[in-house]
């Protein structure tokens, strides 16, 4: 991807929260299987938009 300023980075940050995160079945599952702590190391760890979510984050720090 081409570098991208802040501004830009978070805007794709939030577009990829609101299309694939906001209402995610996967996670509401985990999260009343074994709580939000289970439910966003998931996220974090194993989702694809957890991973792109990381790589944005690297780009910002």
């Known amino acids: 991807m081409k570098n991208l300023n802040r501004k830009e980075l978070f805007s794709h940050v939030e577009t990829l929260l609101v299309q694939y995160c906001d209402g995610c079945f996967v ?35």
């Open 27 to 61: 996670h509401q599952q985990f999260k009343k299987e074994g709580g939000r702590r289970l439910a966003h190391r998931f996220c974090i760890s194993q989702c694809t938009v957890g991973e792109k979510l990381k790589e944005y984050g690297k780009r910002l720090t």
